[in-house]
């Protein structure tokens, strides 16, 4: 059957290629010819000369023989963008600005949103040009900014191969520069003027991840799968996501004990976690308390803009950059290293894990200073420069790059 290959070929593709008609006339043939599991013809609306059965003014009923608009149930207007049937046109707002990178757009009111063009929505150096001029824009015409996609994943995180690229051609600067304007996008996401809001679904990867840690909220479908997945590139994260875990952590140790709640900051990064749901992102602490999940992913749009207004309405500021931050320091450094040693003689962890591994403990605890010293965000972030620069250029780093750009697998080396 040629319909039934079609199918299998790739869902509505081949079916949408050849055209309403098309597609029926081929089935009827197939039932002349008794290639069906059916002898039952087909309705007479089928060869009316549609185009199809759904359209943007909604979709065909049998029965009557008329357009049918979706429903208009008050429990759809929380769907600003429900899930697209085959036919339907995708309507996403008027565009404010865009770049090779973003887009940003509005949908008539006061929100701004801004969608990412990339594939796998990664974050290359056009989507932080356009995050930042975004953001400009929603300080100065709008009450706020959603970064949301208009489909899965949130943000696979960093552009992978264009930094490998700066390595193997020995451009050491232009990465540099790369990871500079990344933090300063995610200063830029956090001491924004107006709240900036991130719509989370599917995978927030690495930088993905970061992103959504530095905005003023979060709104997460619970199926969403987030984690700081540097440490199986052989990388640690550094567009601010170590530095934002030692922040929170300084913040829940509410002037005790900093290395007892970098702990579970420590594991999931050396490890790579990723959360199961947003509920168990919550746990991680990768996603915060007051951060909101959702049951219904097309009504992410919906509750994220509606938490802009909410803090707009408000009078959202964002606190000051901090400049006190107390760390662990060098005993928090040398607990790590310590159980690294023994996980490093049992054989549950290669030499280059250590590598990895130790470096993360180090920005975590903000360096090699006393125990309790004061740090500022600042500090923080050039500790995950340094430490990220010097692990890009080692060769067991760039082998895992390699091998996980070929086939999408980590190493283990």
């Not at 029926?24 to 007479?44: F, N, Q, R, V, Y």
């Not at 887009?103 to 974050?123: E, I």
């Not at 990871?179 to 996401?189: E, G, K, P, V």
């Amino acid at each position: 059957m040629r319909w039934g290959y079609g199918w299998k070929q790739g869902p509505f593709e081949s079916w949408q290629a050849a055209g309403w008609q098309q597609v029926a006339a081929w089935i009827k043939e197939d039932i002349d010819a008794g290639k069906t599991m059916s002898a039952a013809a087909l309705p007479k609306w089928v060869f009316d000369g549609r185009d199809g059965v759904h359209a943007d003014a909604g979709s065909f009923s049998a029965a009557s023989h008329t357009v049918l608009p979706r429903s208009s149930h008050p429990v759809y207007r929380r769907q600003l963008f429900p899930d697209p049937l085959l036919g339907e046109s995708s309507r996403t707002g008027t565009t404010v600005f865009e770049n090779a990178g973003v887009r940003l757009w509005h949908a008539g009111d006061d929100v701004a949103v801004v969608s990412f063009l990339t594939k796998g929505n990664t974050v290359s150096d056009a989507v932080l040009d356009g995050v930042q001029e975004s953001i400009r824009r929603a300080e100065k015409d709008f009450a706020g900014l959603v970064i949301w996609q208009t489909a899965e994943p949130f943000s696979y995180g960093a552009d992978l191969k264009g930094m490998s690229s700066f390595v193997q051609a020995g451009n050491i600067a232009a990465l540099e520069s790369m990871i500079a304007n990344f933090q300063a996008t995610s200063q830029r996401i956090k001491y924004s003027l107006v709240p900036v809001v991130a719509a989370v679904r599917g995978m927030a990867l690495g930088g993905g991840c970061e992103f959504q840690m530095h905005t003023a909220r979060t709104v997460a479908a619970l199926e969403s799968y987030i984690g700081l997945v540097e440490a199986g590139v052989g990388l640690l994260p550094a567009g601010g996501g170590l530095k934002e875990l030692a922040v929170r952590a300084a913040h829940a140790a509410g002037g005790g004990d900093v290395f007892a709640q970098l702990k579970k900051a420590f594991e999931i990064t050396a490890m790579g976690k990723t959360s199961t749901s947003a509920l168990e992102a919550k746990e991680m602490g990768l996603l915060r308390a007051d951060d909101v999940v959702v049951f219904n992913p097309f009504e992410l749009l919906h509750v994220a803009k509606a938490q802009v207004r909410s803090m707009s309405e408000s009078g959202y500021r964002p606190s000051l950059p901090l400049r006190q931050v107390p760390v662990a320091g060098d005993i928090g450094i040398a607990t790590f290293k310590s159980q690294l040693v023994n996980m490093l003689s049992g054989r549950f962890i290669s030499e280059h894990d250590m590598e990895v591994s130790t470096r993360i403990a180090t920005v975590l605890c903000g360096g090699e200073v006393d125990r309790g010293s004061l740090v500022s965000e600042d500090w923080l972030l050039k500790l995950e420069r340094e430490h990220f620069f010097a692990l890009a250029q080692m060769p067991k780093t760039q082998e895992r790059i390699a091998h996980t750009l070929t086939t999408g697998k980590p190493l283990r080396n």
